[in-house]
């Protein structure tokens, strides 16, 4: 079922149509969250950022192993838009964000939550949390916008 041509007619399997559809709209979905914050609706940008996370790494699952039963991302590649070559520098900056994205939202969100409920000075609290998490948004962001990207590359031009 994963595995059958999915919605977007575009020939990819449905797996990858769910999850570029996700990362396309996760931006979106995290500047919500964060306009919480700006509201200073605390309870609410906390609380989305947990569920944020942890449907963005039930999403990340599915792909690994999808990918892992599927035969790897070079089953899709043909030479046409872009060289081989060039795909895989891209792919190769694509992954190492995402890496370093995630293992730091592990960390921001861990530590945040902590010292938020543990009931820190809240100037200080703000002002390293939005330095971080601003970085973190950036890396988020790119990390969709080139996945999105990659899903073009292969099913789309
Ligand atoms: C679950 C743990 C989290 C808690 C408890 C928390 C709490 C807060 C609080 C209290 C503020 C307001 C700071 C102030 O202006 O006084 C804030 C702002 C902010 N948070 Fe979080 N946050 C969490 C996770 C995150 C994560 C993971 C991100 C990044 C994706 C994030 C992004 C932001 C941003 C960008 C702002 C600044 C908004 C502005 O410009 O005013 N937060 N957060």
């Known amino acids: ?3 059958e041509t999915g919605f977007l007619g ?3 399997p449905l797996y990858l149509d769910v999850i ?7 931006p979106f979905i995290l500047a919500g969250s964060i306009l919480f914050a700006i509201r200073k ?21 599915l792909f690994e ?6 035969g790897g991302f070079m089953t899709y590649m043909e030479e046409g838009v872009m060289s081989m070559a060039l795909f895989s520098i891209f792919l ?3 992954i190492a964000v995402a890496v370093i994205s995630v293992i ?11 010292e938020y409920k543990a009931g820190v000075d809240m100037v200080e609290f703000a002002r390293t949390h939005k330095r971080k998490s601003r970085l973190l948004f950036g890396g988020l962001t790119f990390t969709s916008v080139t996945g999105v990207l990659i899903y073009l590359i292969l099913f789309v031009w």
């Not at 192993?65 to 599927?70: E, H, L, V």
Request: proline share 0%; no cysteine; charged share 5%.
């Open 1 to 3: 079922m994963l595995f």
């Open 10 to 12: 575009t020939g990819a």
């Open 20 to 26: 570029t559809l996700y990362f396309g709209i996760l």
């Open 41 to 61: 609706q605390y309870a609410l940008h906390y609380r989305s950022q947990i569920a944020i996370f942890i449907i963005t790494v039930v999403m990340v699952l």
């Open 65 to 70: 192993i999808g990918m892992r039963i599927d």
């Open 92 to 94: 190769a900056v694509h």
């Open 104 to 114: 730091l939202w592990t960390i921001v969100l861990y530590t945040s939550f902590r």
